[in-house]
T-cell receptor, first 116, second 110 residues
Framework: DSGVTQTPKHLITATGQRVTLRCSPRSGDLSVYWYQQSLDQGLQFLIQYYNGEERAKGNILERFSAQQFPDLHSELNLSSLELGDSALYFC???????????????FGSGTQLSVL | DAKTTQPTSMDCAEGRAANLPCNHSTISGNEYVYWYRQIHSQGPQYIIHGLKNNETNEMASLIITEDRKSSTLILPHATLRDTAVYYCIVRGPNAGKSTFGDGTTLTVKP
């Protein structure tokens, strides 16, 4: 158990819809990262938050957005969903101190999103 | 962050050592080598990391060449439960932007 909690585990929705994925980081971790893993693209970094502020952006679509709340949990919002958004979405946490230290990432068990 | 190159797949006999290579010829001086593994579709699991010295923990050993252009992850006594995709990544100060490549699918056989 990594200590990172993601909900829901599975999500089935239709094209055009909007969903919210939730992540609770390990106790004490200030950084949260979101990754997307689809069958043909491997693990793609989407976005990182540190203590409520956006720190780094990867290949995140404009239809996707995220935020980190004062209690440090994070939500990833996916809107106008397309078939190609079907993937595993992972959250990871790290960074009990500064956001740019070389610390290992602890991953949650992921949310499987299926867009039909 | 530097790019890494790993073999697509490897087999290993149960109980034997599994040696997984990784090339990272464009690594910079402040970049660490990290290894993670992903069992089936679970979340990736941290294994080990190092800068330039060899490292060992309860899971594995990491051997980094002197020029730091390549490394090898060693699982000393592979078990069936070590069957997974192993990712070698090189990471600078910003942890999250690290790119996970395609990794090496290790299959441990009885």
């Amino acid at each position: 158990d990594s200590g990172v909690t993601q909900t829901p585990k599975h999500l089935i929705t239709a094209t055009g819809q909007r969903v919210t994925l939730r992540c609770s980081p390990r106790s004490g971790d200030l950084s949260v990262y979101w990754y997307q893993q689809s069958l043909d693209q491997g693990l793609q970094f989407l976005i990182q938050y540190y203590n409520g502020e956006e720190r780094a952006k990867g290949n995140i679509l404009e239809r996707f957005s995220a935020q980190q709340f004062p209690d440090l949990h994070s939500e990833l919002n996916l809107s106008s969903l397309e078939l190609g958004d079907s993937a595993l979405y992972f959250c990871a946490s790290s960074g009990r101190d500064r956001p740019t230290t070389n610390e290992k990432l602890f991953f949650g068990s992921g949310t499987q999103l299926s867009v039909l | 962050d530097a790019k890494t190159t790993q073999p697509t797949s490897m087999d290993c006999a149960e109980g034997r050592a599994a040696n997984l290579p990784c090339n990272h010829s464009t690594i910079s001086g402040n970049e660490y080598v990290y290894w993670y593994r992903q069992i089936h579709s679970q979340g990736p699991q941290y294994i080990i990391h190092g800068l330039k010295n060899n490292e060992t923990n309860e899971m594995a050993s990491l051997i980094i060449t002197e020029d730091r252009k390549s490394s090898t992850l060693i699982l000393p006594h592979a078990t069936l439960r070590d069957t997974a995709v192993y990712y070698c990544i090189v990471r600078g100060p910003n942890a999250g932007k690290s790119t996970f490549g395609d990794g090496t699918t290790l299959t441990v056989k009885p």
